[in-house]
């Protein structure tokens, strides 16, 4: 079972960058396919960006392309979310979250998705 702690949220100004981490705990973190979910007020959990399990294929929302980064160290057991050119459209919790071992990814849906973080807030302001 994969368990997952997200850090990095916080508030920036409109242009800015924040960097989200998302730290998975056991030896086996390494073969989950791993998304950064969000969910704004009001609005359904989508994901933002995934990644598969070994990290050599990636999937982006059309509204954070060319501005989100997923990537992730498997030695490290770590997943991070490089996102620059913050919009306030951008504001949300953001969900670490990891799908079932094995399968390969990225996941785009959140019903594909098995274990979650507890989310970090991210405010973007105007």
């Known amino acids: 079972q994969a368990q997952m702690v997200e850090s990095g949220g916080g508030l920036v100004q409109a242009g800015g960058s924040l960097r989200l981490s998302c730290a998975g705990t056991?030896?086996?973190?390494?073969?989950?396919?791993v998304g950064w979910l969000r969910q704004a007020p009001g609005n359904e959990r989508a994901v933002a960006a995934a990644i598969s399990w070994r990290g050599d294929t990636t999937y982006y929302e059309d509204s954070v392309k060319g501005r989100f980064t997923i990537s992730r160290d498997n030695a490290n057991n770590a997943v991070y979310l490089q996102m620059d050119n913050l919009k306030p459209g951008d504001t949300a919790v953001y969900y670490c979250?990891?799908?079932?071992?094995?399968?390969?990814?990225?996941?785009?849906?959140?019903?594909?998705?098995?274990?979650w973080g507890q989310g970090t807030q991210v405010t973007v302001s105007s």
């Open positions: 056991g030896r086996t973190f390494s073969i989950y396919p």
């Open positions: 979250a990891a799908g079932p071992a094995g399968r390969r990814g990225p996941l785009r849906r959140p019903s594909e998705y098995d274990y």
